[in-house]
């Protein structure tokens, strides 16, 4: 993979970039130290070089099928609700990814937007799949009072989860060679582990700008977690109950089994019911061999509890 990198480029105004195919039938693009959709290139450079964040924004962000589906749910319920008992309830009628846009993946939607995500007054929520030190600099400045809630999730269900959700919408491909693209990195949005630990790092400098959540810990404590994270957006929630209907408006039998995430699609080329699987804990036993997990443990001690991060 590394060598047809080097034998073709993609252009991006006028900057060339190294290609390489991901999942033996999609070109990706090397930009910044990671791997992207060449699609995705162009709307990446204009989010972070003219966003301007506003205080109240909360920008949700993630690696590619860590649970951002769940997350974006539970975030905008918190939003909307706000504390109050009642509120709207605009998962029963639309896909969360199509309320809770991810900014570099706009031009994807079959559907505009109801707002303009850089026109549109604060507070705003977002998402982004991009690595954190691809953000807009007005997002990560110490005087924008700007959110940042963080996602991350086993390596290896992390893994799976992509394994099964490419295979539906590419050709599908071995686990073998979707562990090779894992760990090395060549997939949409680079290296999950320098991914997660760009995040990590900087939540454990600067906490109250950032609020890591993991994936297995929202899974074990639902209540707990979606608590400390609406108090963390501003959007502290009044008692257990009211974190209960949040959890039960947003779990996934219940979006999974909306007509609009049955037939719907909100990305192209991307069913709606692609986004609701099992989101189960450890659902990698199923799959991988002890050989193909202990490749990946190695590079998590490597990369990840090298720097004191247990996923």
């Not at 693009?29 to 924004?57: C, L, M, N, Y």
């Not at 706000?82 to 031009?107: C, I, K, R, S, W």
């Amino acid at each position: 993979m590394a060598d047809d990198s080097k034998k073709s480029q993609f252009s991006n105004d006028d900057v060339l970039l190294p290609k390489t195919h991901f999942w033996e039938s999609m070109e990706i693009v090397h930009w910044e130290g990671f791997w992207f959709p060449p699609q995705v290139v162009k709307p990446a450079i204009k989010f972070r070089s003219t966003f301007a964040a506003a205080d109240g924004d909360v920008l949700l962000t993630s690696a590619k099928k860590t649970g951002t589906t769940w997350l974006k749910s539970l975030a905008l319920s918190c939003t909307q609700r706000g504390g109050e008992v009642d509120g709207a309830d605009d998962l029963a009628g639309n896909n969360p990814h199509f309320l809770v846009p991810t900014v570099e993946a706009v031009g994807y939607k079959h559907e505009p937007l109801k707002f303009d995500i850089y026109d549109a007054p604060a507070p705003r929520l977002l998402h982004t799949h991009l690595p954190y030190s691809l953000l807009p600099d007005s997002v990560k400045t110490s005087s924008s009072s700007t959110k940042i809630v963080y996602l991350a999730r086993n390596p290896k269900d992390t893994l799976i989860s992509m394994w099964h959700f490419f295979n539906s919408i590419l050709r599908p491909i071995p686990l073998e060679k979707a562990v090779d693209f894992f760990c090395s990195g060549v997939h949409h949005y680079g290296s999950f582990f320098d991914h997660v630990a760009e995040y990590w790092i900087e939540s454990r400098r600067r906490p109250e700008k950032i609020l890591f959540v993991k994936y297995e810990e929202l899974k074990s404590n639902p209540t707990a977690e979606v608590m400390k994270m609406a108090e963390f957006m501003g959007k502290a929630l009044g008692s257990e109950d009211e974190v209960e209907k949040i959890l039960w408006r947003c779990s996934l039998e219940r979006l999974r089994n909306l007509e609009v995430n049955k037939n719907g699609s909100v990305i192209t080329c991307v069913p709606n019911r692609c986004y609701f699987r099992k989101g189960e804990v450890e659902n990698w036993k199923d799959y991988l061999t002890p050989e193909m997990a202990e490749r990946i443990d190695q590079i998590t001690r490597h990369k990840l509890e090298v720097i004191g991060l247990v996923l």
